[in-house]
């Protein structure tokens, strides 16, 4: 699997951005597609996280209500809209993924973000929220 992020920058405070991960070489019928964030000095966290097999979509409780993750299938892209951006939301933002063969391993791995079951990830793009 190949995962390819884009969208990251500056904003300001209250500001938002959409960050994009274009997904590709999944082999199996089911997949989590989460997004993760690191500061530096701090454990990733999985921000949200999509599951292909019923489009359900899982939220950290710390951007609950301002961001939103979503799918557009024909362009094989996840989106994060990231609206209301605190200070606190900055860090390098990572797509990352997890495929499986029966639907409930996606669900669960969403559910859990946790970053160790996820087997494929990008590269990462910074997101810093400052005035």
């Known amino acids: 699997v190949q995962l390819v992020e884009s969208g990251g920058g500056l904003v300001q405070p209250g500001g938002s951005l959409r960050l994009s991960c274009v997904a590709s070489?999944?082999?199996?019928?089911?997949?989590?597609i989460g997004w993760f964030r690191q500061a530096p000095g701090k454990e990733r966290e999985g921000v949200s996280c999509?599951?292909?097999?019923?489009?359900?979509?899982y939220y950290a409780d710390s951007v609950k209500g301002r961001f939103t993750i979503s799918k557009d299938n024909a362009k094989n892209t996840v989106y994060l809209q990231m609206n209301s951006l605190k200070p606190e939301d900055t860090a390098v933002y990572y797509c990352?993924?997890?495929?499986?063969?029966?639907?409930?391993?996606?669900?669960?791995?969403?559910?859990?973000?946790?970053?160790?079951?996820?087997?494929?990830w990008g590269q990462g793009t910074q997101v810093t929220v400052s005035s």
């Open positions: 070489g999944f082999t199996l019928d089911y997949s989590a």
């Open positions: 999509i599951a292909s097999s019923d489009g359900q979509e």
């Open positions: 990352a993924a997890r495929q499986a063969s029966v639907a409930p391993v996606v669900n669960t791995a969403c559910a859990r973000r946790i970053a160790s079951t996820f087997g494929s």
